[in-house]
């Protein structure tokens, strides 16, 4: 049996200021708008379909993206080149630092609904 991820709905308060940050960190494209969802595709054909929820109670989630070693590299770039706090972990307790985690690197940032995202090279 082959069971593969779909899609999965990312609830933020502003969906479009969510799906447009992880978009431009990661280098992908925000789709057209699919209902209350607007999606960004991954390169494995999953999406990210980013709703915003006007509950005022959104509970963080976290979200892991493997990069290659030069995807990592632009990335964390973006990263950086913004001023947006990242860690070497998931605690926060290292803050400004990256991890080599399984011979690999790693960083742990925030995005504006409160998610926990994190960039690897290796699982």
Same mark, same amino acid.
């Given at each position: 049996? +082959?069971?593969?991820?779909?899609?999965?709905?990312?609830?933020?308060? !502003? #969906? #479009?200021?969510?799906?447009?940050?992880?978009?431009?960190?990661?280098?992908?494209?925000? &789709?057209?708008?699919? &209902?209350?969802?607007?999606?960004?595709?991954?390169?494995?054909?999953? +999406?990210?379909?980013?709703? +915003? !929820?006007?509950? &005022?109670?959104?509970?963080?989630?976290?979200?892991?993206?493997?990069?290659?070693? !030069?995807?990592?590299?632009?990335?964390f770039a973006r990263i950086r080149a913004a001023g947006i706090d990242y860690w070497a972990d998931p605690a926060r307790s290292r803050p400004g630092e990256i991890n080599h985690y399984n011979g690999g #690197? &790693?960083?742990?940032?925030?995005?504006?609904?409160?998610?926990?995202?994190?960039?690897? +090279? #290796?699982?």
């Open positions: 049996m +082959t069971v593969m991820l779909n899609h999965t709905i990312v609830h933020a308060s !502003d #969906r #479009r200021e969510s799906a447009e940050f992880v978009a431009g960190i990661l280098g992908l494209a925000v &789709g057209p708008e699919a &209902g209350r969802f607007l999606p960004v595709s991954l390169a494995n054909g999953v +999406t990210l379909d980013f709703a +915003t !929820d006007s509950s &005022g109670s959104i509970a963080p989630q976290h979200y892991a993206f493997q990069l290659s070693e !030069d995807e990592f590299d632009t990335v #690197r &790693g960083v742990y940032f925030v995005e504006p609904a409160g998610h926990y995202l994190e960039i690897l +090279t #290796r699982p």
